[in-house]
Antibody, heavy 120, light 107 residues
Framework: VQLQESGPGLVKSSETLSLTCAVS??????????WNWIRQAPGKGLEWIGY???????NYNPSLKSRVTMSVDVSKNQFSLKLHSVTAADTAVYYC?????????????WGQGSLVTVSS | SSELTQDPAVSVALGQTVRIPCQGD??????ASWYQQRPGQAPVLVFY???NRPSGIPDRFSGSNSGSSASLTITGAQAEDEGVFYC??????????FGPGTNVTVL
């Protein structure tokens, strides 16, 4: 299984950050896995942004919920993140990850990460 | 949302054993998962659930869960085990939460 994030590395303050995660070796059709976004600000720890299931169910971090939109494109086997009204505090490496769900919850596959810098 | 707490740093002599604790109310309901992150790399899952180690992870990594606590133990630490270790779990609202990470140094 491989995940690959893609999107602009530089976003202007107040605009929308858009990232896509291309999935290979697994299918976003899966109904037992969730498709997640996690970020890491420079020198900081991991912050979960949210997940989406193929059928459209989403769950977002309460601290970001008002600005986050996630979607799944089954035809392209990929999923996406939009973060609106960004500020410098949103500068981070953004990871996409698959959550395994077999009674335990865990992120067993991660992308390599995509650095997004918010400029003023 | 729930929170998980971890010690900021720990060191271990080469070949010795180190335990990395994690605490939080969400651990009463959900098992912890553990991730190792080396500098400049994405996190890697090293242990999860009641007693599960992903394929390719050495058996010197083990985990335990009890009440509101979980821990990851490295038995016979190697130089390549250095890095930041994060615990994580779901919470009652199905959100995910990560601990702040423990920086492990192998002496």
């Amino acid at each position: 299984v491989q995940l690959q994030e893609s999107g602009p590395g530089l976003v202007k303050s107040s605009e929308t950050l858009s990232l896509t995660c291309a999935v290979s070796g697994a299918s976003v059709h899966s109904v037992t896995q969730s498709w997640n976004w996690i970020r890491q600000a420079p020198g900081k720890g991991l912050e979960w942004i949210g997940y989406i299931y193929t059928r459209g169910t989403t769950n977002y971090n309460p601290s970001l919920k008002s600005r986050v939109t996630m979607s799944v494109d089954v035809s392209k086997n990929q999923f996406s993140l939009k973060l609106h009204s960004v500020t410098a505090a949103d500068t981070a490496v953004y990871y996409c990850a698959i959550e395994g769900d077999d009674g335990s919850y865990y992120f067993d596959h991660w992308g390599q990460g995509s650095l997004v810098t918010v400029s003023s | 949302s729930s929170e998980l707490t971890q010690d900021p740093a720990v060191s271990v002599a080469l070949g010795q054993t180190v335990r990395i604790p994690c605490q939080g109310d969400s651990l009463r309901l959900f098992y912890a998962s553990w991730y190792q992150q080396r500098p400049g790399q994405a996190p890697v899952l090293v242990f999860y659930g009641k007693n599960n180690r992903p394929s390719g992870i050495p058996d010197r990594f083990s985990g335990s869960n009890s009440g509101s606590s979980a821990s990851l133990t490295i038995t016979g630490a190697q130089a390549e085990d250095e890095g930041v270790f994060y615990c994580s779990s779901r919470d009652i609202d199905s959100h995910h939460v990560f601990g702040p990470g423990t920086n492990v140094t192998v002496l």
